[in-house]
C-alpha cells in the first residue's frame, strides 16, 4: 500500500473521530482550545455570529486568561482566525440585522460547507471533502 493512501486513510480516521480542528491547526493544545473556545461562543449566538467589538474583546480576553486558556491577541488574529478566514471556514462582513440597534451590522459568521452527501472516490477532492464534511459535524454537534 503505497505511503499517500496511509495518509487518506489516517485523516479519514481522524476527522470522523471529530479531530478535524487537529488536521488544521496540529498538536498545539492551546491553539485548539482557543479555536474551541472561538467555535462555541460563536454557536452561542443564533446566527453563529460575532460582531468585530465581541471577537476584539473575546480576544482581548483570551490574553489576559480570564476564557481558561491563555492565547495571545496577535496570534489570535494572525494565525487562528486568519486561517479560518481563508479557508473559509469563517466569512467576515457579513450583514445581518441586529435587532437591539434596528440596523444591520456587519459580523464575522461561521460557515457550514456546501458538499455533496457522498465524498469523491480519491485524492485532494476527497481530502477536501472530507475536511469540509468534518467542520460541518462540528458546527452542527
Known amino acids: 500500500m503505497p505511503a499517500k493512501s496511509i495518509k487518506l486513510y489516517w485523516n479519514e480516521k481522524a476527522i470522523g473521530n471529530g479531530a478535524v480542528l487537529t488536521v488544521l491547526?496540529?498538536?498545539?493544545?492551546?491553539?485548539?482550545?482557543?479555536?474551541?473556545?472561538?467555535?462555541?461562543?460563536?454557536?452561542?449566538?443564533?446566527?453563529?455570529?460575532?460582531?468585530?467589538?465581541e471577537m476584539r474583546f473575546f480576544a482581548k480576553d483570551l490574553e489576559e486568561g480570564k476564557l481558561g486558556v491563555k492565547y495571545s491577541y496577535h496570534n489570535f488574529y494572525v494565525k487562528l482566525l486568519r486561517k479560518l478566514l481563508d479557508m473559509g471556514f469563517i466569512e467576515k462582513d457579513v450583514l445581518i440585522w441586529d435587532d437591539k440597534r434596528k440596523k444591520t451590522q456587519a459580523v464575522y459568521q461561521l460557515k457550514l460547507q456546501s458538499i455533496p452527501e457522498r465524498g469523491p472516490q480519491s485524492g485532494f477532492i476527497k481530502q477536501a471533502w472530507q475536511l469540509a464534511k468534518g467542520w460541518n459535524d462540528l458546527l452542527k454537534a
Request: glycine share 4%.
Open 25 to 53: 491547526f496540529g498538536e498545539r493544545q492551546d491553539t485548539l482550545d482557543t479555536a474551541k473556545t472561538l467555535i462555541a461562543r460563536m454557536k452561542s449566538n443564533q446566527n453563529l455570529t460575532m460582531t468585530k467589538r
